[in-house]
């Protein structure tokens, strides 16, 4: 018996036809996907001067020139972000509820499933474009949306937290004789209650920067500001706004990790 | 402490008199914010439109129904737009977050001081801004187009990724890396050998996860003339035409689902 | 005042955990379920209070038949028998206090449970049942934070204030070890006679269960195989009870392993 005289890292797949396909699949898609971008260098070289002036403008932010149409932007953005984040978290608990194979009879859980799927798929601005047609433009609109897409993050994850719970917790408590409101209050509940907090706040942060998003669409909040300045190619404008907004979410990260830490 | 004697018993209690009160002085500020908040928005809201929303909702749905059928032949190259919005601006998202995860992570960071700082406050202000309104900024400066799109969605992808690379790199086993160090490795390699491996999984598992978002949001990026499916659905917004936009919604909705559906075997068949 | 009339469970995966049992307990009485894992010791406990539906035959609580109820009844059935569990299925987030407490939950409306407003009686009780498990100073500690055997005395107060006529004991000592068992499996006998309580207890500890139970069951894939004292139980019934094995030397080297472990165990009561 000879031992072998030559290694190689054994290859990620085994089967070398297999890895030659993918290997080729991919090199193929990549060509014609970078092929299909059509990029116009005319205007890139034109927009680099632009580019440079918003890099310059954030050195400089104006925050002073718009302050009325910012500041008025922003508390409306914090307002439409309170607003959906509260009415998200009451709606998405009876739907988590629903949406737990462990709780809920099978047709509840595939309607509350398919809630939450429904408003998973569409990206926040697509329903803000819906609600605002039917609701008019305006925070209203938003904070239907934002709440919307509350639900199917906020309902999808604490059914997972509730279908991951540890059962023997939950059946003692129903073999006391409890309720099925008292078994959810003792059994359930505790068990639960730190992941709901942690993801409540993290809505919190997620929902400020959605509102910021849905005023491009007529919904409300700091996204029409925003808009109107890159219209106008007003950078510094443009630049305070987004510094303003990095400030709250980092403002906002800061202190939910901390009451994170308190509630576990 | 909760217990308190009276006389003869012991009265016990839920929480003690401080808790209780902070407690019930929370709720009674949350809720008195959300109302003052609400009622905010309310001044702002048309209640008239609102009151009337069900019958337009109604007009609306009935002009949905049925989808234009034939208009799915305009609607594969911006479907093919968005796919390739989305890879590519992960691809270059990758690229570029991986060397600012390593300079954000506290044990691999080359200066703690000045560039850790400085890569934090990248990963913040890429994951603060959504991809929209980087797509917005990009089509000012570079005009409407694909291209826009991709670096839009890589923008906003690289906070992501780096934040949960950086956040991996720092909970590695540094016996590990001591181990490595001792054969006398360079720098390099010590990454190559003693920390790429036990990142790896992660790294593979949140790039597919971000992928996975990115399609979702390449999907709306025409809507502010940055390519893709939404370009088609901000011109039949335009002209109203409802069972365009029908179509489009469920395009959107099966190309979702089938990324959702790859995401997750992909997942499941490298973790 | 229990009995088991041909009690059948068949899960839907086709399992046969239980067949045609029939086993009737006076009050008062300690009883001790063996068995091998998966004889179905767990699945007859629950069918009597119901967590798991018994698919054919009847229990019988004082003449009444538990299998029918539904609701509120079952409810009203549920608070008169205690349960003790494996692993000591307390809420972990939630202090001893509101643990046993929530044993009183059949007896007390929903709000009154969601704002912890108990009747001082159930309070008075509680107190008096963590002295007597001795664990008053730690009412206010989240369950969490006690060992092993302090949690399993909260859960024997949990059962004891529903004020049961009949208590079910799953595997009281399954994660403790050899001294705590022993202590535990004391104190359980001896609330029975304080308070008069018939117990099924399921053990896979033969040892304990001749030492502390009036009366041995042995389970064998659903079916009862023995059913008599303890002294009753030789090599021959434990061999047809849990298969062929050198018994005599089992339970030798059980009663010196913890001998050996009591040494160094330290259990602050």
Known sequence: ???????????????????????????????????????????????????????????????????????????????????????????????????????????????CRSIITI????????????????????????????????????????????????PSQAEAVRSTGSRWWQWLNYGIQPQVMPRLIGLSLYRLDINFRESAVVGLVGAGGIGATLNTAFDRYEFDTAAAILILIIGIVMFAEYSSSAIRKRVQ | MPIEMNSQEKIWKHRDRKTQLTHWALWFFGTALFVWCWQLVSEKTEWFFVLDAPAIAADIGSRMVPPRWEYIDKLWVPLWDTLNIATLG??????????????????????????????????????????????????????????????????RSIGFVAKLLYEAIEEIDENQVEAIKATGASRSQVIAYGIVPQILPTFVGVSVFRWDINIRESTVLGLVGAGGIGLQLQASLNILAWPQVTLILLMIFLTVLFSEWLSAKARHAII | ????????????????????????????????????????????IRCINRLVEPTSGDVLLHGESLTRLRGGGLRKARRRIGMIFQEYALVERLSVMENVLSGRLGYVGFWASYFRRFPQSDIDTAFSLLDRVGLEPMADKRADELSGGQRQRVGIARALIQNPELLLVDEPTASLDPKTSRQIMRLITELCTEHKLAAIINIHDVALAQMFAQRIVGLQAGSIVYDGDPEGLTPDVLTQIYGEEDWTAVRKRQSSDSDQDVTDLEENL
């Open chain 1, 1 to 111: 018996m000879s031992t072998p005289r030559t290694w190689r890292p054994k290859p990620f797949i085994e089967n070398p036809k297999l890895r030659w396909s993918i290997t080729i699949g991919t090199l193929l898609y990549m060509l014609l996907a970078l092929g299909s971008v059509e990029v116009n260098w005319m205007r890139v070289y034109e927009g680099l001067d632009r580019g440079l002036k918003f890099v310059a403008a954030f050195a400089q932010p104006n925050f002073t020139g718009r302050w009325t149409d910012i500041s008025e932007g922003l508390a409306e953005s914090l307002v439409m972000t309170v607003v959906s984040t509260v009415i998200g978290i009451i709606v998405s608990i009876p739907i988590a509820l629903g949406a737990s194979r462990n709780l809920a009879p099978l047709p509840v859980y595939l309607f």
């Open chain 2, 90 to 155: 992960t691809l270059l998202a990758l690229v570029l977050a991986v060397p600012v995860a390593f300079l954000a992570a506290r044990n691999t960071s080359p200066s703690p001081t000045l560039l850790r700082p400085i890569a934090l406050l990248v990963i913040v202000s890429s994951r603060s801004i959504n991809s929209l309104i980087w797509s917005l900024l990009l089509v000012s400066i570079l005009g409407p187009g694909v291209l826009a799109g991709i670096i839009a969605i890589a923008l």
């Open chain 3, 1 to 44: 005042m229990l009995e088991l009339k041909k009690l059948g469970k068949r899960y839907r995966t086709g399992d046969h955990a239980l067949k045609e049992v029939d086993l009737s307990v006076p009050a008062g009485q300690v009883l001790a379920l063996i068995g091998p894992s998966g004889a179905g010791k767990s699945t007859l």
């Open chain 1, 119 to 166: 408003s998973r798929t569409f990206q926040e601005v697509i329903i803000a474009i819906l609600f605002v047609a039917i609701f008019g433009f305006g925070p209203f609109a938003g904070v239907l949306t934002i709440s919307f897409a509350t639900i199917g993050f906020l309902a999808k994850l604490l059914a997972e937290a509730i279908e991951n719970i540890d």
